[in-house]
């Protein structure tokens, strides 16, 4: 198994334009997430997915829009790109049962300038 | 809203010497997660805690989950250079299903050989 891979590793935008970061795990989980990092900040939790075709905004989501159209991937899109959306985005997923366990992509790190 | 504090933000130690980072969440909380950041990498899912008091050990690593279950600990004895990164403590959102996580901002670990 993969896991959790996320693309691209590392982009620089400029402010306005618009991307997506490509999700997809391999191990049949329904929870899906994406969550944003800041330097010396913890995880900020931008969208979710408890199942294909369902998805629910978390605490951060002004600037992303987010799809389930497979449980595999879980893309997410940054519409006219600012510089307060410079950082690290991990994606994760999961399965509901003890322990709760997320898995974590290796991120990407991303760059507006 | 609810937040999850961790104290210290920073702890350096002398290879050999003992670490604890604290976990105190403004709600009681179901259970707690604790994850681990390596430098440059993603959060990687170490335990979690559910019950009352509930102590568990991984070798070197001793984790307690308070009685109110508001507040957790990570002990590491005997540090050593492989324990260096972050260490995040992370709790159910208020009202959200368990796998939903608010995040702490993390313990930054660096053991000096």
């Known amino acids: 198994n993969a896991g959790v891979t996320q693309t691209p590793k590392f982009r620089i935008l400029k402010i306005g334009q618009s991307m997506t970061l490509q999700c997809t795990q391999d191990?049949?989980?329904?929870?899906m997430y994406w969550y944003r990092q800041d330097p010396g900040m913890g995880l900020k939790l931008i969208y979710y997915s408890v199942g294909a075709g369902i998805t629910d905004k978390g605490e951060v989501p002004n600037g992303y829009n987010v799809s389930r159209s497979t449980t595999e991937d879980f893309p997410l899109r940054l519409e006219l790109a600012a510089p307060s959306q410079t950082s690290v985005y991990f994606c994760?997923?999961?399965?509901?049962?003890?322990?709760?366990?997320?898995?974590f992509g290796p991120g990407t790190r991303l760059t507006v300038l | 809203g609810q937040q999850v504090m961790q104290i210290p933000q920073y702890q350096h130690v002398q290879e050999g010497e003992d670490f604890t980072t604290y976990c105190n969440s403004s709600t009681t909380l179901s259970n707690i997660q604790w994850y681990k950041q390596r430098p440059g990498g993603h959060p990687v899912f170490l335990i979690q805690?559910?019950?009352?008091?509930e102590v568990k050990k991984q070798k070197r690593l001793t984790f307690q989950f308070g009685e109110a279950k508001k507040n957790s600990s990570l002990h590491i004895t005997a540090t050593q250079t492989t324990d260096v990164g972050t260490y995040f403590c992370a709790g159910p959102m208020s009202g959200a299903g368990s796998y939903q996580l608010t995040f702490g901002k993390g313990t930054k670990l660096s053991v000096i050989p």
């Open positions: 191990m049949n989980h329904n929870y």
């Open positions: 994760a997923s999961g399965k509901q049962g003890l322990p709760d366990t997320q898995y």
């Open positions: 805690l559910v019950k009352s008091g």
